[in-house]
């Protein structure tokens, strides 16, 4: 649940090259210009998967864009099921008719398998693998080529091997922590997950902030992994 300060989850990233954005819930363009990203320049949208508070905003991202008058494709990735739900979102309101000039965006799909390829750009490496959500989503892993960090998405998921294998040895995972129900994790099993896989640095993300004591949260976390645990924040920023 967004709370004041604190809204649904979605990732910006911006190289000297390239930007993209992983999952678009609400206000994108606002929110890219508050973080100091221009929105012309986005490129690349990753969608994990075709629950609202990922999608929702998908429409208004376009609708923006074009009103800004960008006529750069915007390119969207992610598996069959949540290409259809965020073309079908978009096309509810008829852009490519009544929107002059519109530049429909070229979807892309990302086959649901281990270490699937998504973005291969000169400076970065984008690659994915299934997770263990309610329906088909995906984790996403992103390398720095000039440097040789790496940082992690769990997008929502429950515990599984597939992520640690992502995560080896990853500079960064941001891992959700919405609980310890089906399709989801906890903090605790956030924490085992980082431990595991030997990762640097663990982002707590998409956690309940309204009903949760963040302290405890982040407590929980630390008590099964050694290495430095955050919560991540809105417009808060990780350099790699």
């Known amino acids: 649940m967004p709370t004041i300060g604190h809204d649904n989850t979605y990732l910006a990233l911006e190289s000297e090259q390239s930007t993209l954005l992983i999952d678009c819930a609400g206000s994108p363009l606002l929110k890219l ?44 990735f992610g598996e069959r099921e949540t290409l259809r739900a965020a073309q079908a979102l978009l096309d509810i309101f008829h852009p490519t008719e009544e929107w002059p000039e519109f530049c429909p965006p070229a979807y892309h799909e990302v086959q649901l398998k281990e270490n699937s390829l998504v973005l291969d750009l000169p400076d970065l490496l984008v690659t994915a693998s299934p997770a263990a959500h309610i329906i088909p989503s995906l984790m996403i892993k992103i390398l720095n080529k000039a440097s040789g960090r ?32 089906t399709g989801h994790s906890s903090a605790t099993q956030a924490g085992q997950i980082a431990q595991r896989a030997g990762v640097k640095t663990l982002y707590l993300i998409h956690y309940p902030a309204l009903t949760t004591n963040l302290n405890a949260l982040l407590a929980q976390a630390r008590e099964e992994f050694t290495g430095e645990v955050e919560l991540a924040r809105d417009f808060a920023t990780c350099e790699f």
């Not at 320049?41 to 960008?70: K, N, Q, S």
């Not at 940082?151 to 609980?179: K, M, N, W």
């Open 33 to 76: 210009q508050l973080a100091g990203i221009e929105p012309s320049r986005l490129e690349y949208v990753i969608l994990t998967h075709r629950h609202p508070d990922h999608i929702y905003g998908f429409p208004a991202l376009m609708l923006g864009l074009w009103l800004l008058g960008c006529r750069t494709l915007v390119q969207v």
């Open 150 to 181: 790496t940082v992690v998405y769990s997008g929502d998921t429950a515990p599984c091997e597939s992520l640690v294998r992502l995560a080896h040895g990853a500079d960064v995972l941001i891992h959700e922590a919405s609980g310890e129900y």
